[in-house]
């Protein structure tokens, strides 16, 4: 899948890339080697892609799905650092972040999936750094629904 995914991102269309049950979802760094793409299977199984330039993809699969509630806040965050990406409820129609700089940052939203570009901190390298303790920073998310009616505004990631 995400072999046919890079060679139509490469040919300039991704938006009909499907395979034995799975469709591409939203994309981190579209268009480049490195990267992330969010994937979804028809049974309910849902995957993170991380492209590396020069190596081979690796893949995040959820089984069950992750499982992330998405009807209070309209979204639910699946990945984080570098950006952040994951589900967003069927009723919205647009996912914006502040970044710290007070840059507006809207997030890419692909079928059911968003990612957003936005400085979390650098993404951990070693597995020490994937368990050491890590401070969020506080950027604002605002989510939009029917009628570019906000429907949330709040902290994008919580502890």
Same mark, same amino acid.
Not at 1 to 25: D, K
Not at 47 to 64: K, Q
Not at 97 to 112: E, F, M, N, Q, S
Not at 141 to 147: C, F, L, P, S
């Given at each position: 899948?995400?072999?046919?995914?890079?060679?139509?991102?490469?040919?300039? $269309?991704?938006?009909?890339?499907?395979?034995?049950?799975?469709?591409?979802?939203?994309?981190?760094?579209?268009?480049?080697?490195?990267?992330?793409?969010?994937?979804?299977?028809? $049974?309910?199984?849902?995957?993170?892609?991380?492209?590396? &330039?020069?190596?081979? @993809?690796?893949?995040?699969?959820?089984?069950?799905?992750?499982?992330?509630?998405?009807?209070?806040? %309209?979204?639910?965050?699946?990945? $984080?650092?570098?950006?952040?990406?994951?589900?967003?409820? $069927?009723? !919205?129609?647009?996912?914006? !972040? @502040?970044?710290?700089?007070?840059?507006?940052?809207?997030?890419?939203? !692909?079928?059911?999936? #968003?990612?957003?570009?936005?400085?979390?901190? /650098?993404?951990?390298? @070693?597995?020490?750094?994937? #368990?050491? /303790?890590? &401070? /969020? /920073? &506080?950027? @604002?998310?605002?989510?939009? %629904?029917?009628?570019?009616?906000?429907?949330?505004?709040?902290?994008?990631?919580?502890?």
């Amino acid at each position: 899948m995400t072999e046919l995914y890079r060679a139509a991102e490469i040919e300039g $269309s991704t938006a009909a890339v499907s395979h034995a049950g799975w469709h591409a979802g939203a994309r981190l760094w579209a268009g480049t080697a490195n990267g992330r793409l969010l994937a979804y299977n028809d $049974s309910g199984v849902e995957a993170e892609c991380i492209f590396r &330039e020069g190596e081979r @993809t690796l893949f995040n699969i959820m089984s069950t799905g992750y499982g992330n509630d998405v009807t209070e806040r %309209g979204f639910a965050v699946w990945s $984080s650092r570098p950006g952040a990406l994951g589900a967003i409820d $069927s009723g !919205v129609s647009r996912l914006e !972040v @502040t970044d710290a700089d007070g840059i507006v940052v809207r997030a890419d939203i !692909v079928a059911h999936t #968003f990612a957003v570009d936005v400085d979390l901190g /650098p993404a951990p390298r @070693t597995v020490d750094e994937v #368990f050491a /303790p890590w &401070e /969020p /920073p &506080e950027l @604002t998310v605002r989510v939009y %629904g029917e009628g570019n009616t906000l429907r949330y505004e709040g902290l994008l990631l919580t502890k």
